[in-house]
């Protein structure tokens, strides 16, 4: 029996160590951000972007389309850099629900590393440059997905972000 319990101990330890290997890639930001989006939750983007569609279309607004199911607008072009990932970026923002149009947050002059915010400013800030004023139309799976966020933020919410990207900060 102790010589089973000692085995299985150094079987542990070769399968710990192994894991361990410092020759192991590091992940990058941009190889996480696609990691992130292949784990969305198809069938519920398929829905959530005929639903940005059709308001779009009610609308009458003209949005262009990202691959990842991200409807945007431009409003201002701004001319200067585009944040990467590990970037910071310091905003304007407004937050409503698209299906009812309630704001559920709001905030002027913020500063955020873009690779800590949800998907959808991930990918939509990516395509701003700086001084650009936008709107972004951001299916469920890119916000805060089937748990949603606090009273605010029903399940499977679909959300609108009017941003104004003021400054991009490189990371050291």
């Known amino acids: 029996m102790r010589k089973t319990a000692r085995n299985i101990g150094l079987l542990v330890l070769i399968m710990v160590y192994s894991g361990c290997n410092l020759d192991d890639e590091v992940i990058t930001p941009e190889e996480q951000l696609q990691i992130e989006l292949e784990n969305v939750d198809k069938v519920q983007l ?26 945007y607008v431009i409003h201002t072009q701004g001319t200067g850099i585009s944040p990467e990932l590990d970037d910071f970026v310091t905003v304007n923002y407004r937050g409503t629900l698209l299906s009812d149009g309630s704001e559920f947050d709001a905030n002027q002059g913020v500063q955020f590393r873009l690779e800590q915010l949800i998907l959808g400013w991930k990918v939509g800030f990516k395509l701003l440059q700086e001084g650009t004023t936008a709107t972004l139309y951001i299916p469920s799976g890119l916000g805060y997905g089937s748990a949603g966020r606090g009273s605010g933020i029903p399940p499977n919410a679909n959300l609108i972000f009017e941003v104004d990207l003021l400054d991009v900060k490189r990371s050291q």
Do not use: C, F, K, P
């Not at 609308?59 to 691959?67: E, K, L, R, Y």
């Open 46 to 71: 398929a829905l959530d972007t005929q639903i940005i569609d059709t308001y779009l279309q009610e609308q009458n607004i003209t949005a262009m389309v990202d691959n990842s199911g991200l409807r």
